[in-house]
């Protein structure tokens, strides 16, 4: 089957080369990191001047590269001194003190570094350490709606809108299909591989029966404001007594590789954020459906959170939830240069005390911010209230604020 490809992800790629950067692909597993270097390392393999130096962690012909030295002797004996070498290290954190490698081969001339990653410890500790900022990190996540058309070749549809709340966007589904059996199978498949390789064995976890329930937790409560105290008390409810500290170590192990995504709370008067109590959304809302269920009353508007948090994120926003005295506000989104928008979210306003909710916290900050509600009401596309701009859903999807 032919790789699709997500442009986006290559120009930002090509956009740090020849700049003494290292480049690092970072994302839960199965977001397409692999498929996204492979397209790469396609495209510059054309030039004659290219010597590509391939290492697929997850392949068994690399299993004996374990340590960072068998990684240089793989490297040594692949290099070509006349030509610009190109390394490409596809899950580069299965190799032990990859970091030293990568710094050794960052110093040498006509060298190229672009490794992938599924654990964002890979920028932390010893690595940033080694090479301080001369690095790139790209974050690549799971399909966007306009990608999930593309990928299963489908209109802009409120049918097909329907089928990305349900099934969310794992570029893997191109070979499942999307019946939806078949397609909570694999998300499970997922969600396992991911939890066992870099959750439970990379941090070493005993109680793998607790972090499965807190998962499923996180699942149910998708958008809601936690901590650890209040989990501690839910579990304790439930005959299972567990430590705010191992909480807050669980929820960094699931956050380090990329199965959810912490925000933080951000008091908009005040102007500044607090040190507890967030909220936590899925990096691909099709496991949290495969976890949580989506039958149940309210959980669409759970799924529709998740997947306008993380287009916000895509769009290239830094995401935080909004405390007001009297209320909340979905997400504060802000990018460098001062620019921010405020975002509500909805299923749909079908009544004027719905409407107020919505709409009444935002006009209660007093800014000159962009404000938006975005909702899936029927015949909304784009309309104004009051300086407040109501979206739908797919208009939001596909074409941005």
């Known amino acids: 089957m032919k790789e699709i490809v997500r442009q986006s992800y290559l120009d930002k790629i090509e956009k740090y080369l020849g700049k003494d950067t290292i480049i690092i692909l970072t994302g839960q597993r199965r977001v397409g990191k692999s498929s996204i270097l492979r397209l790469f390392k396609s495209k510059v393999e054309i030039s004659d001047n290219a010597n590509i130096i391939y290492i697929d962690k997850e392949k068994k012909e690399f299993d004996d590269i374990k340590t960072y030295k068998e990684l240089n002797a793989y490297v040594d004996e692949h290099l070509d001194a006349e030509k610009t070498n190109y390394i490409l290290v596809d899950e580069v954190q299965d190799v032990d003190e990859f970091e030293r490698s990568v710094r050794s081969y960052y110093e040498e001339p006509n060298i190229e570094i672009v490794i992938t990653g599924s654990n964002s410890k890979i920028l932390s500790g010893d690595l940033s350490t080694l090479i301080g900022g001369r690095y790139k990190e790209i974050y690549v996540q799971a399909l966007s709606y306009t990608e999930f058309m ?224 975005i909702s899936m009401t029927p015949l909304v596309s784009k309309t104004d209230d009051n300086g407040v701009t109501h979206l739908h859903l797919r208009k939001f999807l596909t074409a941005g604020l």
């Open 150 to 373: 593309q990928f299963h070749q489908l209109p802009d549809t409120d049918d097909t809108l329907a089928k990305y709340i349900q099934l969310g966007g794992l570029p893997g589904l191109l070979k499942m299909g999307l019946d939806e059996e078949d397609a909570r199978e694999y998300q499970t498949d997922v969600y396992h591989t991911v939890l066992l390789k870099d959750v439970i064995m990379r941090n070493q976890i005993r109680n793998v029966p607790f972090l499965e329930n807190l998962v499923r937790f996180l699942a149910d409560n998708t958008g809601k404001i936690i901590s650890a105290n209040s989990i501690a008390k839910y579990m304790k409810s439930q005959d299972e007594k567990i430590t705010s500290t191992v909480i807050i170590n669980y929820l960094k192990f699931l956050c380090d590789a990329y199965i959810i995504h912490k925000v933080n709370r951000y008091d908009i008067h005040g102007k500044r954020l607090f040190e507890s109590n967030d909220k936590f959304y899925f990096e691909d809302n099709g496991i949290r459906n495969a976890l949580g269920g989506e039958s149940r009353e309210g959980d669409i508007e759970k799924v529709i959170e998740n997947i306008v948090y993380n287009h916000l994120v895509r769009l290239g926003y830094e995401v935080t939830v909004g405390q007001l005295q009297a209320g909340e506000i979905d997400f504060v989104c802000n990018k460098p240069g001062g620019y921010r928008v405020y975002v509500q979210v909805s299923y749909i306003i079908a009544d004027a005390t719905t409407r107020e909710r919505e709409f009444g916290n935002l006009h209660s900050i007093k800014d000159n911010y962009p404000k938006y509600v």
